[in-house]
């Protein structure tokens, strides 16, 4: 017996119903060749600050970190010698570093410096010897331009994809500068311009008598990707079926409002299906 395998009322125009092979057809996709997951935990990484955040954590007499954001992350390949299709990947990640800084008369500062850390793994991501070459379609005539002629060859290596969840902040230190400690991999010149922008005022080394460090834990995961043509067992092309309704101006805000669903889960802190099955209250 044939079993209906229509979800969410997925319909092709032609009848055929989405899940159910019609035809076998030749994609384009990133097969995964090689990944993995780590839990990291970066100790005592030095944090840079402005030379307005400087003066602020010096006057301080406690620190805390309130909040920890990856704003950048550089990834660079390189081949693994005696190692076909192997790739060591660097990756060197930006963390802005929220500080909270308590001053004088029981007030509190808050200040955002930069840290960062670097990262090594080996994957594997096969071998491609051959030279690739795409259309560009804003100059595809016979006819082309000299100053617009150019070669747009797509790189033979591999992809790399990072996915890192939220850092958590473990532990703040301060310490002066005469002592030496903790981990730092970059001065103020080599902080990317993309990074400068997102803080207030200007990186320099030198300044300022004391110096913050944190430790952050870090999930993250590395897969390193590859273009490659398969065949796949297709079904028809498919349109939706919804109909997108615009929104009337002139509509009563009352009746609008009315047809939402009451947001349980805000009120209530547990998942709304448990709400269904032990709703003793329900009255």
Do not use: W
């Not at 384009?28 to 993995?36: E, H, M, R, W």
């Not at 003066?55 to 992350?73: F, K, L, N, P, S």
């Not at 500062?109 to 840290?115: N, P, S, Y």
């Not at 929104?247 to 009352?254: E, F, I, M």
């Amino acid at each position: 017996m044939e079993r209906n395998n229509q979800q969410g009322g997925c319909s092709s125009p032609l009848g055929g119903l989405c899940g159910k092979p019609e035809q076998l057809c030749c994609v384009s996709v990133n097969k995964i060749f090689d990944s993995a997951r780590d839990k990291d935990c970066l100790e005592d990484l030095r944090v840079h600050l402005c030379d307005r955040a400087q003066e602020v954590v010096d006057r301080a007499t406690a620190v805390r970190c309130t909040d920890v954001e990856v704003i950048y992350a550089n990834i660079s390949l390189d081949t693994v010698p005696f190692n076909r299709g192997f790739y060591q990947v660097t990756i060197r990640y930006f963390f802005c570093v929220t500080l909270e800084c308590c001053v004088c008369n029981g007030h509190s500062q808050i200040v955002k410096g930069l840290c960062a850390f670097d990262k090594k793994i080996v994957l594997y991501g096969s071998e491609k010897n051959v030279s690739v070459f795409q259309s560009d379609p804003e100059n595809d005539g016979f006819c082309v331009d000299p100053c617009k002629l150019k070669c747009n060859e797509t790189s033979t290596l591999p992809t790399v994809t990072l996915e890192v969840a939220s850092p958590i902040c473990l532990d703040v230190k301060v310490k002066d500068k005469c002592c030496h400690f903790g981990h730092c991999c970059m001065n103020a010149d080599n902080i990317p311009e993309r990074v400068r922008a997102r803080f207030d005022g200007e990186f320099l080394d030198g300044i300022g008598t004391n110096a913050v460090y944190v430790s952050i834990g870090l999930f993250s995961v590395v897969r390193m990707e590859r273009t490659v043509q398969l065949v796949l067992p297709a079904a028809h092309f498919v349109l939706p079926e919804k109909d997108s309704t615009p929104a009337n101006d002139s509509s009563d805000p009352c009746s609008v409002f009315g047809k939402m669903n009451f947001p349980v889960s805000e009120f209530y802190p547990y998942a709304e299906g448990n709400l269904k099955k032990d709703n003793c209250c329900g009255r």
